[in-house]
């Protein structure tokens, strides 16, 4: 469950989030319409964490917010950013495969077998196997979506996406 209480969230002097309070259940789906600039991206970004508060708390499946450490959370939210550049190289196996560092022990640790074979089940799921050696950069617009969508994809099946404006290309 994502259950917000109170968020007040500024950009500048700005309150773009006032007293906002909602539950969201495990399997419900929601989604958040708005004129542009009406808070719909300051509000996932405060629900992932990248945001900071003026008021309010965040739980994530019971726990703060501010009391998960960064693996933590990526274990449970998977965010998909409204854009996404693409400034080092690197196939599309290995940027699917750095979904998975929240569940690897160190800095310098390697995937596992259990991580290959979770990135090659999801590669084949958002259909991208066939992209799987080549260069990001190298990639369409709507092939790097599917890059991304399958790297938090990856995170687990259970986990909560934030997603904004991604449904199109779904």
């Given at each position: 469950?994502?259950?917000?209480?109170?968020?007040?969230?500024?950009?500048?002097?700005?309150?773009?989030?006032?007293?906002?309070?909602?539950?969201?259940e495990?399997?419900?789906?929601?989604g958040?319409?708005?004129?542009?600039?009406?808070?719909?991206?300051?509000?996932?970004?405060?629900?992932?964490?990248?945001?900071?508060?003026?008021?309010?708390?965040?739980?994530?499946?019971?726990?703060?917010?501010t009391?998960?450490?960064?693996?933590?959370r990526?274990?449970?939210?998977?965010?998909?950013?409204?854009?996404?550049?693409?400034?080092?190289?690197?196939?599309?196996?290995?940027?699917?495969?750095?979904?998975?560092?929240?569940?690897?022990?160190?800095?310098?640790?390697?995937?596992?077998?259990?991580?290959?074979?979770?990135?090659?089940?999801?590669?084949?799921?958002?259909?991208?196997?066939?992209?799987?050696?080549?260069?990001?950069?190298?990639?369409?617009?709507?092939?790097?979506?599917?890059?991304?969508?399958?790297?938090?994809?990856?995170?687990?099946?259970?986990?909560?996406?934030?997603?904004?404006?991604?449904?199109?290309?779904?």
């Amino acid at each position: 469950m994502i259950d917000t209480e109170g968020l007040i969230v500024k950009r500048g002097r700005r309150i773009v989030l006032d007293n906002l309070s909602f539950r969201i259940e495990k399997g419900q789906v929601l989604g958040i319409l708005g004129a542009n600039g009406s808070g719909k991206t300051t509000l996932l970004q405060a629900i992932s964490g990248s945001m900071t508060l003026e008021a309010g708390t965040i739980r994530i499946g019971g726990d703060r917010l501010t009391k998960l450490s960064y693996k933590q959370r990526a274990r449970r939210l998977a965010v998909l950013s409204q854009e996404s550049s693409v400034s080092f190289h690197s196939t599309v196996e290995e940027a699917v495969m750095l979904g998975r560092y929240a569940y690897w022990s160190g800095l310098f640790s390697r995937e596992s077998l259990e991580d290959k074979q979770i990135v090659k089940e999801v590669m084949e799921e958002t259909n991208i196997s066939h992209l799987a050696k080549r260069s990001l950069i190298a990639l369409s617009g709507g092939e790097k979506q599917r890059v991304w969508l399958a790297r938090a994809w990856r995170n687990n099946r259970t986990a909560y996406y934030l997603m904004n404006q991604q449904i199109i290309w779904i």
